[in-house]
């Protein structure tokens, strides 16, 4: 009898969690106070988020039903994994920025507001600005679903410094003379590593894991991880294999790479070139080495971009959608867009200009701005992304590992890369 | 006051309360008092524990797609997925490595450690902290830590080179990354078993090795005649410790191969993880969750029946 009350307690204690946790969720009934809103970001640079302050303050002078607007930022390597984890907790924020291999997943779900009437009906804001190339991959079904905050193209950043001491051409030099294509970077870079013991060339983010970092080399070759519907898989195509077989043994023959497990941090003078999105130049210390930003060097299929991309969406859950949405539309107006275009490239085609950039990219000349930003976002290629993304790059990722040891056979890891995908690229 | 009557047409009413007596017997107050000491364990046990493990099985049922907010029922379909699951195969052996090298390594190197340290000679007192201060050490930051040692250029290899030992590429090679895993874990934790064990060895007692050396015993003989059956209560414990922690094993994983190269470290928490957080599978990943629970499950209450074969006596 007793064990019986006992029993009836834990119930008890149990339906009254379970009550709990059901009020927990419902909050979507509309209790409008002044709004508070969220925006996930992944950069924790203190200027960066300076900014997006600054332009929240000015924001809310003049919006006073917003109480407040803070930015979160998440950490780069899993920022996507603790965002859905918030959207599953019920803590979603009410805007996000989406990296550009989640956008599929993201723009498809549903997830995130419809923008167009927003952005188009307020007035300056210029929706026709905006280059029609850097809004593809956030649209469907002729609707946008997140704004292109940033259009970062990669570049080629060169320690000068160290190939002037290991008495190699400098990529500036090679340019010059019609020469700056991936045998010469390569052969420079294996030699620079050679004579300094330093590394020669970093694809950074790469470290043999973030494989989608890769496209700014085979772009070079006309291969591409899977074709323009992304129902097939590219990874067995001819081209890729050549591009393939040349990244294999600039690593294990020329030494132009460091190798699997081995680190090497370019901004820490650790390597002589690295290919980087240009937002990266924040991380060059003003007193460190001599430096250049040079683009990506030719492939055998000629000169070539890659961009990577960022966009900012506003989650459809969201209390305070609206409010969100018009905060976004304020952070993206042509005055706010040319005042974040020194850390985020913008998608604004009348801000696409070595003048404007200059101003506020003091570090940058306005011929690496031309050449690598202005020309990378007007004609890049976007690093692959695809529906079903994580689960994609992890067979990927895998597929590939066979191929980072020194006896590989190519050819034959990139067919099971395919066999590994094909039934994923098929769904 | 006179007693109730307590029949009624000839049949026995249940007993009312006298009313003279106070509801507050002692009795009554050392059960309300031992319940409220376990209030708050039970409270905990069931919003952590009870409670999470339902919501699971109630997820495992449905298809949640975190991002399109849609969660709708599947019935068993998640479970019929587990038969077509081309990965799970060797994700289960990997996880089986995993757990046998990080018990046999563990549990005997834990046992050596404490026969060694047991003898009475100097500096017996600085090893024991020596090899148990990693268990206190952070357990991300000791695999941080050992992540940049096993590095191709790393200190483990550096200090190989000093002897003329070219060392492979430990996180990379697809033998060699399990290995360097177990091994991590097994340097991080072996100074608890370790302690357990020694503590159990110093409660054997001495009259026990004095008479078998009278009898001739060698010291081998001592260890498996005696010791062994001696502290085989405290084996059964680590070793049920061991295994289930095995089976949980994360943030090594996370944080030194991510599941790789290839899937050669993807274990059961790691491809769920992968499959709920990164993929957005959340009603598989409950499924496979509770393979996991299955598996621990069994596992314990295996050892727990088998404990009647090698465990001699429990104090």
């Given at each position: 009898m007793r064990l019986g009350k006992a029993v009836r307690g834990v119930a008890a204690t149990l339906a009254g969690v379970l009550a709990l946790t059901a009020c927990g969720g419902g909050d979507e009934a509309g209790d409008k106070g002044p709004a508070s809103l969220r925006m996930t970001v992944w950069s924790a640079n203190e200027a960066h988020l300076k900014l997006f302050d600054e332009i929240a303050d000015e924001y809310r002078k003049t919006h006073?039903?917003?109480?407040?607007?803070?930015?979160?930022?998440?950490?780069?390597?899993?920022?996507?994994?603790?965002?859905?984890?918030?959207?599953?907790?019920?803590?979603?924020?009410?805007?996000?920025?989406v990296f550009e291999n989640s956008a599929p997943d993201f723009v498809a779900s549903g997830a995130l507001l419809p923008?167009?009437?927003?952005?188009?009906?307020?007035?300056?804001?210029?929706y026709d600005d905006i280059s029609p190339a850097t809004l593809k991959l956030w649209q469907d079904g002729g609707k946008l679903y997140a704004y292109p905050f940033s259009t970062s193209p990669f570049g080629v950043f060169v320690n000068t410094d160290m190939l002037k001491k290991a008495g190699q051409k400098t990529p500036a030099e090679l340019i010059a003379a019609g020469q700056w294509n991936w045998d010469t970077a390569l052969t420079v870079a294996g030699a620079t590593a050679g004579a300094t013991g330093k590394a020669g060339l970093v694809i950074r983010d790469f470290d043999y894991k973030g494989w989608d970092n890769l496209s700014t080399l085979w772009t070079g070759w006309g291969a591409q991880a899977w074709s323009e519907d992304g129902r097939s898989c590219g990874f067995a195509a001819p081209e890729m294999v050549e591009a393939m077989t040349t990244l294999h043994k600039a690593i294990f023959t020329g030494k132009a790479l460091p190798g699997p497990g081995t680190t090497a941090d370019f901004f820490a003078g650790d390597a002589a070139m690295t290919v980087t999105q240009i937002s990266r130049a924040s991380l060059l210390k003003?007193?460190?080495?001599?430096?250049?930003?040079?683009?990506?060097?030719?492939?055998?299929?000629?000169?070539?971009?890659?961009?990577?991309?960022?966009?900012?969406?506003?989650?459809?859950?969201?209390?305070?959608?609206?409010?969100?949405?018009?905060?976004?539309?304020?952070?993206?107006?042509?005055?706010n867009s040319a005042k974040l275009a020194q850390f985020f490239p913008p998608p604004r085609q009348s801000q696409l200009t070595a003048e404007t950039l200059g101003k506020s990219n003091p570090t940058l000349k306005p011929e690496q701005l031309q050449n690598v930003v202005i020309d990378g976002i007007t004609n890049g290629v976007v690093k692959p992304s695809h529906a079903g993304q994580a689960e994609l790059s992890q067979q990927v990722r895998a597929g590939l590992d066979p191929l980072w040891q020194a006896d590989a056979d190519v050819k034959a890891v990139l067919d099971g890369v395919c066999t590994k995908i094909q039934p994923l690229l098929a769904k | 006051m006179s007693q109730t009557d307590t029949t009624v047409g000839g049949v026995e009413a249940p007993p009312t309360r006298d009313r003279s007596r106070p509801y507050w017997t002692s009795r009554r107050r050392d059960q309300l008092t031992g319940y409220l000491f376990i209030a708050p364990q039970l409270l905990g046990s069931a919003v952590f524990v009870i409670l999470p493990l339902i919501l699971v099985v109630w997820y495992s049922l449905h298809e949640w797609n975190v991002l399109a907010g849609t969660f709708e029922f599947v019935g068993t379909e998640n479970y019929a997925n587990l038969a077509d699951d081309t990965n799970l195969g060797s994700v289960l052996r990997a996880t089986g490595l995993f757990s046998v090298g990080l018990v046999v390594f563990n549990l005997g190197l834990a046992l050596l450690l404490a026969v060694l340290l047991n003898q009475k000679l100097r500096g017996t007192i600085l090893f024991r902290t020596l090899f148990f201060s990693p268990v206190v050490v952070s357990l991300v930051a000791w695999t941080i830590v050992w992540g940049f040692l096993l590095q191709d250029n790393g200190g483990v290899n550096g200090l190989l080179d000093t002897i003329g030992v070219a060392g492979p590429n430990w996180l990379r090679g697809e033998g060699t990354a399990m290995?360097?895993?177990?091994?991590?874990?097994?340097?991080?934790?072996?100074?608890?078993?370790?302690?357990?064990?020694?503590?159990?060895?110093?409660?054997?007692?001495?009259?026990?090795?004095?008479?078998?050396?009278?009898d001739g015993a060698s010291r081998l003989r001592q260890f498996w005649r005696i010791t062994v059956p001696m502290i085989s209560p405290t084996i059964l414990l680590t070793s049920i410790i061991t295994v289930v922690g095995s089976l949980q094993v994360f943030a090594q994983i996370a944080v030194l191969t991510q599941g790789g190269p290839g899937t050669s470290t993807t274990v059961l928490v790691y491809y769920l993880y992968q499959q709920a957080f990164q993929f957005h599978h959340f009603g598989y990943g409950a499924t496979l969750s509770i393979v996991l629970f299955v598996i621990v499950l069994a596992l314990t209450v295996l050892q727990w029946q088998m404990r009647k074969r090698w465990v001699h006596h429990e104090s």
């Open positions: 006073p039903d917003v109480a407040s607007i803070t930015f979160d930022p998440l950490p780069f390597e899993n920022y996507t994994t603790t965002l859905t984890t918030q959207i599953a907790g019920g803590n979603a924020p009410d805007l996000a920025w923008l167009d009437e927003t952005l188009k009906k307020i007035e300056g804001y210029q003003p007193d460190g080495f001599g430096w250049d930003l040079v683009p990506l060097p030719a492939g055998p299929k000629g000169s070539y971009s890659v961009v990577g991309q960022a966009g900012v969406g506003v989650m459809k859950k969201s209390r305070n959608a609206d409010a969100a949405a018009d905060f976004l539309a304020f952070l993206t107006n042509p005055t | 290995f360097s895993v177990v091994v991590v874990q097994v340097f991080k934790n072996v100074g608890l078993n370790m302690v357990l064990f020694l503590a159990a060895l110093q409660g054997v007692p001495a009259e026990l090795y004095e008479a078998a050396e009278v």
